[in-house]
């Protein structure tokens, strides 16, 4: 139980397109979704913070324009890349919390997506 | 499909005692396996282990990967009660043209009572 899906698991694009990840809860409907951002051997380093049917929550220095987190039902968030530049290449990872017991308990997290700018 | 499991999925234990979080997996291609401290904001690395029966450690906390037995320890000594967190073990398969995914764990759920 409690799982959560990314999709898709990496892209390459080309500098100035967009690009969408999707994170679903599959079997449990999760009331927070997390974004992170990692670099090898590094800490996940927390992006914003989405609750259902609200304005996600960017963390200091994240640019909100550029990193577009939709929040839209509680078992989706998706989070798009805009005009993405060879610097946002990374490996982005989502998390999410359900409602009740024992999904409100711990983090679930999602595989990853590599994105890689060109 | 890639597996992590972590045992047990609670913990809780009195100052000064030493545990033993356990994590096994069954990941395609395996390249590594990761532990990381859930507290806060965003879980905060502790240990990459590629190599089996190698050590690792930093602090009170050490780690070790045993390969034969698609396996891993995290022992923490002379617990405090600011080891209290989630850790969290993740493997890491190889992957094409340097993409890589963590498959995660539900966690370990620590408690360190004073």
């Known amino acids: 139980g409690a799982v959560v899906s990314q999709h898709p698991s990496w892209v390459i694009c080309k500098s100035g397109t967009s690009v969408k990840i999707e994170c679903r809860s599959l079997d449990f409907q999760a009331t927070t979704m997390f974004w992170y951002r990692q670099f090898p051997k590094q800490s996940l380093m927390l992006m914003a913070t989405?609750?259902?049917?609200?304005?996600?929550?960017?963390e200091q220095g994240v640019e909100k324009d550029k990193f577009l987190i939709n929040h839209a039902s509680l078992t989706l968030s998706t989070l798009t890349v805009t005009s993405a530049h060879p610097e946002d290449s990374s490996f982005y990872i989502c998390?999410?919390?359900?409602?009740?017991?024992?999904?409100?308990?711990?983090?679930?997290f999602g595989s990853g997506t590599q994105l890689s700018v060109l | 499909e890639d597996k992590v499991v972590q045992s047990p999925l609670s913990l809780v234990v009195h100052e000064g005692d030493t545990v033993t979080l356990n994590c096994s997996y069954e990941v395609t291609n395996f390249r590594s396996l990761l532990w990381y401290k859930q507290e806060k904001k965003a879980p905060t690395f502790l240990f990459m282990l590629t190599s089996s029966g190698i050590e690792k450690k930093s602090g009170r906390l050490s780690s070790i990967l045993d390969k034969k037995e698609l396996s891993s320890i995290l022992n923490i000594t002379a617990t405090q009660t600011g080891d209290s967190a989630i850790y969290l073990c993740?493997?890491?398969?190889?992957?094409?043209?340097?993409?890589?995914?963590?498959?995660f764990g539900k966690g370990t759920k620590l408690s360190v009572i004073p």
């Open positions: 998390s999410a919390r359900g409602q009740g017991a024992p999904t409100n308990e711990k983090l679930f």
């Open positions: 993740a493997g890491s398969p190889y992957s094409g043209a340097g993409s890589y995914q963590l498959t």
């Open positions: 989405s609750n259902e049917g609200s304005k996600a929550t960017y």
